[in-house]
């Protein structure tokens, strides 16, 4: 797996040559609706195991949370059942809006 910094994440999201990934949120429904970077798919941390086949284990699939914890852990779920595409978000949302985005609220 590979991890990914806000910054760098933010400059791939807007290359327009290179297809987005999918932003796969695990963090819980209420710090999802707090705030969430743009086109990002909530998938509960807990529900992913009951959700694998709406994922594609072919995609570049970049798995945020709140500080890169939780994303680490699901993405290491993933890499086990056979995903090879995964990115863990670094520092999370945390640091998506300390470093791209000072208008998203923080917790």
């Not at 999201?13 to 990002?40: H, N, Q, W």
């Not at 990115?87 to 998203?104: C, E, H, K, R």
Request: glycine share 6%.
């Amino acid at each position: 797996m590979n991890q990914i910094t806000p910054l760098q994440l933010a400059d791939w999201l807007k290359d327009t040559s290179r297809p987005a990934p999918v932003l796969l949120d695990v963090r819980e429904p209420s710090e999802f609706e707090y705030c969430a970077i743009p086109g990002s798919v909530p998938m509960p941390m807990a529900t992913v195991p009951a959700r694998l086949q709406e994922l594609d284990p072919d995609a570049e699939i970049v798995v945020i949370c709140h500080h890169g914890g939780r994303s680490m852990q699901v993405a290491m779920f993933l890499e086990r059942q056979g995903f090879a595409r995964l990115i863990n978000l670094s520092g999370g949302v945390a640091q998506w809006a300390a470093q791209v985005d000072a208008s998203m609220p923080q917790y």
